[in-house]
């Protein structure tokens, strides 16, 4: 492609004559000195700040004058770069994001911008509000399921203005994002072509940090595992090693277990980073994936002493994640520990819950916090004790009896009261009969069982005989009744 040469007032182009007419126009107040020009330094480029003299070689390849493509067959030393080149490219303002929304890359605004660019560029991260409201729209699904760039109209609802963007993939993995602002300027298929080529710049550079982290990565996870299997015979060896690996331990931890319907593959871990990041108050320091469980130690940047706050943090995420990636979810969570030699005993903790939810599904249903487990603790080690025996409770003998000879729901209609706190009105509507009805058969269970309810020691045994001898019948009585 020819190029000219001119010479003017100091300012040396190269570039064809309808661009250097473009640009010295565009610029016009720039070259008389009554406002700054401002550029970043890419290959071949010299820093410019307030200065009405300078030499200057100029890309073509502005995004509504030339169908030319901009060249890429060069070394980018930063995703900053890359930034500057493509917005310079198209003459709009660009914003590279890693996969977790951190900024790694942004050119200067050379036009006003949105409120999403500019909390963006000051936090150095998309802001959480800005991300949630993208998601809801369904924005955030279409990006990351399109393989090439996508235009977007503005959600003024985040303060975002239109952009054309595209996901930064690596088969399946997301990589990063590309956002350009699109001022209305950004020709059809041709900025499509050079953001396209971007993104692959931008992958290659991502993919080599990735390896580099990767790596570290790695090294934390065995720490971690270290951890949660009892490796370490003293704290300070722990805390060692720690700082031989770089790693930062919180004065405080909690070790958290979540169960998926499906399996945690990387789509499921990016989703659940980026969700975890979203709450500034607390710390991600290690992750572990195995088949369907997500296995986590965290910690707040303030003391959190009330349940009731780990509680909502726990439930809030499993319920944004599972709606996230469409799949039901469960969660165990440790209390916090100071000490690290206590990782695997918080890790047992937080499996116990697993394991408790699994065998009565209903009644733990708003089981998370094992500080919070109460008697259900004892449930595993009491239906293992009675697998060793021969014989049933003879508390339950009398309803069983009663109900195979008359065909009746004695023993249903104890196990719903006694789960709904003797609640008469809740347990008459969940049996689907009338109060008196239910009083009724309570009184008939006095009388053939010869016992009160009213009796705390009789109350307490025969729930736990009902729960961990007719475990399996239980459940299929409360998951009729949901």
């Not at 008359?406 to 347990?427: C, P, Q, R």
Request: net charge neutral.
């Amino acid at each position: 492609m020819g190029q000219s040469g001119e010479r003017s007032s100091g300012l040396f182009f190269v570039a064809r004559p309808e661009i250097l007419l473009q640009f010295a126009l565009s610029n016009y107040t720039g070259l008389t000195g009554s406002r700054p020009i401002v550029s970043r330094k890419a290959a071949g480029y010299n820093e410019i700040t307030n200065k009405t003299r300078f030499r200057l070689f100029f890309q073509v390849g502005v995004g509504t004058m030339t169908d030319s493509e901009p060249s890429f067959d060069r070394f980018f030393d930063s995703m900053e770069s890359l930034a500057d080149t493509l917005s310079e490219s198209l003459q709009s303002q660009v914003t590279i994001e890693d996969s977790n929304h951190h900024v790694i890359g942004y050119s200067s605004h050379q036009f006003e911008s949105d409120p999403a660019r500019i909390s963006t560029i000051i936090g150095k991260r998309v802001p959480n509000t800005v991300i949630i409201g993208l998601r809801k729209k369904g924005v955030m699904h279409q990006l990351e399921n399109t393989a090439h760039p996508i235009r977007i109209p503005a959600v003024m609802e985040v303060g975002l203005g239109p952009r054309l963007a595209m996901c930064i993939r690596h088969h399946q993995e997301i990589l990063g994002y590309i956002w350009v602002v699109d001022r209305g300027n950004l020709a059809e298929g041709h900025a499509e072509r050079v953001v396209e080529k971007a993104a692959g710049i931008a992958g290659r550079y991502l993919l080599k940090q990735r390896g580099w982290k990767t790596r570290q990565e790695k090294a934390h996870e065995d720490f971690f595992w270290k951890l949660l299997t009892s490796h370490y015979e003293t704290e300070p060896r722990i805390r060692q090693e720690a700082e031989g690996s770089s790693i930062l331990l919180p004065e405080s931890y909690y070790i958290g277990v979540l169960e998926s319907d499906k399996t945690v593959d990387d789509r499921f871990v990016q989703r659940f980073r980026q969700l975890m990041e979203t709450d500034a108050n607390q710390r991600l320091l290690f992750l572990t994936a195995e088949h369907n469980r997500l296995i986590i130690l965290f910690s707040f940047l303030f003391p959190v002493e009330e349940p009731e706050r780990l509680f909502s943090f726990v439930q809030k995420l499993i319920q944004e994640l599972g709606q996230s990636e469409s799949c039901v979810l469960t969660a165990g969570c440790s209390p916090g520990y100071r000490e690290y030699l206590s990782a695997a005993a918080a890790y047992r903790e937080a499996l116990t819950i697993l394991e408790i939810k699994k065998l009565l599904p209903y009644h733990t249903r708003h089981l998370l916090l094992y500080e919070e487990i109460g008697f259900w603790a004892y449930i595993p080690a009491i239906m293992e004790q009675k697998r060793s025996r021969t014989r049933n409770s003879r508390l339950l003998y009398p309803l069983k009896a009663h109900d195979r000879e008359h065909k009746s729901d004695f023993l249903k209609t104890i196990a719903v009261y006694l789960t709904l706190n003797g609640n008469l009105k809740e347990a008459a509507a969940f049996l689907h009969i009338h109060t008196n009805t239910l009083m009724y058969r309570l009184n008939r269970i006095a009388e053939i069982t010869g016992r009160s309810l009213k009796e705390t020691e009789y109350r307490t045994s025969v729930y736990l005989d009902i729960l961990t001898e007719e475990t399996a019948q239980v459940n299929s009585w409360f998951q009729e009744g949901q």
